[in-house]
């Protein structure tokens, strides 16, 4: 990707006076994966993962919080739309439903 | 600006030469997005105008949640229980909760945190007018909850299907928690109207006094309201002020009922032919003199609010110094303090 269409806007570290931002992620319950839920800033991690819980975990929407800054996040290329992605299409013999000469027979 | 790869907001502008080409290719894929009544996400081309409403609409929003701590804030203490106070208490925090995933959510719009701050601390950047209104007795909790709370429950819940993700998303979150502030204004006033007659009277005053206020909240008649059709074909908007307004006042007068209360219109009456309730005119001059800062409240809630900004300050600065000083044993702290 581009590094010009990669930079933030945001202002983040020593360039400012304002805390870093950090990204949350919760797990609602065991079992599950953590799901993002938002972001905040923190002055550092510890104080990133209490803020989570005071902001995000009031009613017991979390059993694990995780906290990321949010420019160690890399993400693929939004301007790379679909195309990233199709490589997945007209590759129908991934899916299980490509195959029907089994259709009628049981537990298969 | 330093290279980051942050992936989840938004992104700077590209090369002067190919901006046209990336401008003509994003509109065609922004009104692709808009025509299906999907979702814009913060990486996304978005139209200038479209990214300045956002900005301000959400912000103005979030300052509207931080403001509004402040009249309930001020009867934590006065609160006629430990029950009620631990109530208020949570409904205050859920205020400053909501600020902040509104804020978080102009953010990944480009605006960082600090400017958006500033904006209101300096008078520049509006809030809902209603908080503007003194809450002068306890019946005032009550009427809060049941009326501003609903209002901004009604004018909420479309908001959810914002086409700005985030903006969706924090809505989400935000009218699961309001239900509660509803519930526990109505009750507030339930137990007031059915206590002593000067309990009820003074349920039916802070009534009174609200009910046009919260009426107001869905801001002018749609006749003047210029920025709603250029909202409603962004899918920002979902429903009019006016039809918005309409299906509030269907809602509380039945509630009003149930309270025991009456409303202070005495244009309000069921409209078969229409299968809405009417209701009277408002005072619009009054609206405009209080957006326009001329409110009974708006100097003290301003003036309460940067004394709260400075007095925080030691706060913010002390863990600041902290985080530096520890950071070598903090590896992630020490990655973004760089």
């Known amino acids: 990707m581009s590094e010009n269409h990669e930079n933030t806007v945001r202002p983040i570290g020593a360039a400012s006076d304002e805390w870093p931002l950090w990204e949350v992620f919760v797990r609602s319950s065991r079992g599950l994966s953590h799901v993002h839920a938002g972001s905040l800033h923190a002055p550092d991690a510890t104080m990133a993962v209490r803020n989570a819980r ?20 890399t993400a693929s290329d939004p301007d790379a739309k679909g195309a990233y992605f199709e490589s997945a299409q007209g590759k129908s013999y991934r899916h299980a439903t490509y195959y029907t000469k089994s259709e009628g027979v049981k537990h298969l | 600006m330093t290279t980051q790869n942050s992936g989840l907001h938004a992104v700077a502008a590209a090369e002067p030469a190919e901006q046209a080409e990336l401008d003509r290719a994003g509109q065609e894929h922004f009104d692709r997005i808009i025509a299906e009544d999907s979702r814009i996400e913060p990486r996304d081309w978005m139209p200038a105008a479209y990214r300045r409403t956002l900005v301000r609409q959400i912000s103005q929003h979030a300052h509207s949640e931080i403001i509004g701590m402040q009249p309930e804030g001020n009867w934590i203490s006065r609160a006629p229980s430990l029950k009620r106070k631990a109530i208020l208490m949570a409904k205050v925090q859920d205020e400053a909760g909501h600020g902040l995933y509104l804020y978080s959510a102009a953010e990944t719009l480009g605006t960082p945190r600090s400017e958006l701050n500033q ?111 250029q909202s409603m074909a962004w899918n920002i908007k979902r429903f009019s002020n006016d039809e918005l307004r309409q299906r509030f006042v269907d809602m509380i007068v039945e509630q009003a009922a149930a309270l025991d209360l009456t409303l202070p219109d005495p244009d309000l009456k069921w409209n078969e032919e229409r299968g809405h309730y009417d209701y009277g005119p408002l005072d619009w001059d009054e609206f405009k003199a209080v957006v326009g800062g001329r409110g009974p409240c708006n100097l003290q809630r301003m003036q309460r609010r940067r004394q709260a900004h400075e007095d925080g300050a030691w706060v913010r600065e002390a863990a600041a110094a902290y985080a530096r000083r520890t950071a070598p044993e903090r590896a992630p702290a020490e990655l973004i303090g760089a």
């Open chain 2, 119 to 229: 904006q209101l601390l300096d008078g520049r950047a509006k809030y809902s007018s209603i908080f503007n209104y003194p809450a002068r007795t306890w019946a005032d909790m009550g009427a809060i909850g049941w009326l501003v709370d609903g209002a901004a429950i009604a004018n909420q819940v479309p908001l959810c299907r914002a086409s700005y993700g985030p903006y969706g998303r924090a809505m989400v979150r935000i009218c699961k928690e309001e239900s509660f502030h509803q519930r526990q204004g109505w009750e507030i006033l339930h137990e007031l109207s059915h206590g002593t007659p000067a309990q009820k009277q003074m349920a039916q005053d802070a009534v009174n006094r609200f009910y046009g206020p919260s009426l107001q909240m869905f801001g002018p008649p749609d006749d003047d309201s210029p920025n709603s059709k």
């Open chain 1, 54 to 73: 005071d902001l995000y975990t009031r009613r017991n929407e979390g059993t694990s919080v995780w906290v990321v800054p949010s420019e160690a996040v």
